[in-house]
């Protein structure tokens, strides 16, 4: 353990990915390893991954031997594996944490090779036997004491109150979600005039979303020029110019914690992080599972739909519903007021902290 500070940290992530950024960004020193996702790939693909992953064990090996932690804790993915077959082989402390509403291949077969699984919710240990520990979903501190007003005026947006306009949320992930990002870009005729709309795309599909957002400043400025010489065609709060001050698009957001807080209403995913980021706001969802992830994310969806606090749709829908679907629920401010009570009796502020109270555990200190 480092001398400098009472808990030493080594983040160990998959070479290329995201969050060697993220750990940079957080200060926590970041080794890069090979990995491989083998399930459902061809048998040259599935080889080579393979092969990938024997590299990550042996580079894994340098790395633990190198940081010699107490405990080591997992969050699943592909990268998982090698490093829990590393520290089992070497005899260190593991715990898993599982996000998911259900366990996918990664996390049952490296449950086996782990001390302990932490997971979001009491429904979920029942796949883990005697290993399991319910700690709930850990999210950022900012999510639970941010203000709405602040978080609103940091993104260039209307301040909260009963005359301004509604905000809506719209997450494309890291990458893109392309069925999300194109039938939110082709309905702001229609959602525009009814809210304020905070877009962010992914950085793969960024490239179409920037053409959007350009095409709705030429409009502004349009408008303006031919306000000069005939004032009136630009004045009431449909005029291009006003409407295109109302849709905020970026590929990527580091303050998420401000763009959650400030909305009213969220067009997601149903990853793992809408278990407990929505919930820690009180912030009503439409979800669309993304279709071709073994289930997970159908069943994500369906544990916050079945609780009240979410509007489910199909992938294969969002063109044709999905802009009925926003403006029936910004015309129920009862029924979003619902979903938002729902929603934050799911949320655990306790979660981070009973996480790092069981590595305690695991490491052999007093927490």
């Not at 997992?74 to 005899?91: C, E, I």
Request: glycine content about 8%; aromatic content about 6%.
């Amino acid at each position: 353990m480092g001398q400098e500070s009472e808990v030493a940290l080594c983040y160990v992530g998959e070479a290329g990915g995201a969050e060697d950024e993220l750990a940079r960004r957080a200060g926590i020193p970041f080794r890069a390893i090979e990995t491989g996702q083998v399930r459902g790939r061809s048998l040259r693909v599935a080889l080579s991954s393979f092969l990938r992953m024997r590299r990550g064990a042996a580079q894994c090996r340098a790395i633990l031997t190198e940081f010699r932690p107490d405990v080591v804790l997992l969050t699943g993915g592909y990268v998982a594996a090698p490093v829990a077959w590393t520290a089992w082989r070497m005899h260190v402390p593991t715990l898993i944490y599982l996000p998911d509403v259900t366990p996918g291949d990664s996390i049952r077969w490296t449950s086996r090779l782990a001390t302990r699984v932490a997971v979001s919710f009491p429904e979920v240990a029942r796949y883990f036997g005697s290993k399991a520990v319910v700690t709930g979903y850990p999210v950022r501190r900012e999510l639970f004491t941010t203000e709405r007003r602040a978080a609103r005026a940091a993104l260039g947006l209307q301040p909260a109150g009963l005359d301004r306009l509604p905000v809506l949320l719209v997450m494309g992930g890291s990458r893109g979600a392309r069925s999300i990002n194109r039938a939110v870009g082709a309905a702001l005729p229609v959602l525009l005039p009814r809210c304020q709309i905070v877009h962010i795309s992914g950085t793969l599909d960024w490239p179409e979303v920037e053409q959007v957002a350009a095409a709705l400043r030429q409009a502004q400025g349009a408008t303006r020029s031919v306000s000069v010489s005939n004032r009136p065609q630009t004045e009431g709060a449909d005029a291009p110019a006003e409407l295109a001050e109302r849709y905020h698009a970026y590929p990527y957001l580091h303050e998420m914690p401000a763009a959650l807080a400030a909305a009213d209403l969220v067009v997601a995913r149903a990853g793992a992080a809408t278990l407990a980021e929505f919930p820690a706001v009180g912030l009503p969802a439409i979800l669309a599972p993304y279709p071709y992830s073994g289930q997970h994310q159908d069943a994500n969806a369906a544990y916050l739909a079945d609780r009240g606090a979410a509007v489910i749709l199909k992938d294969a829908e969002l063109a044709a519903r999905l802009a009925p679907t926003i403006l029936g629920l910004l015309d129920a401010p009862e029924r979003l007021a619902a979903m938002a009570k729902a929603a934050r009796a799911i949320s655990r502020p306790d979660a981070a902290a009973n996480i790092v109270a069981e590595l305690y555990r695991l490491a052999g200190k007093k927490g």
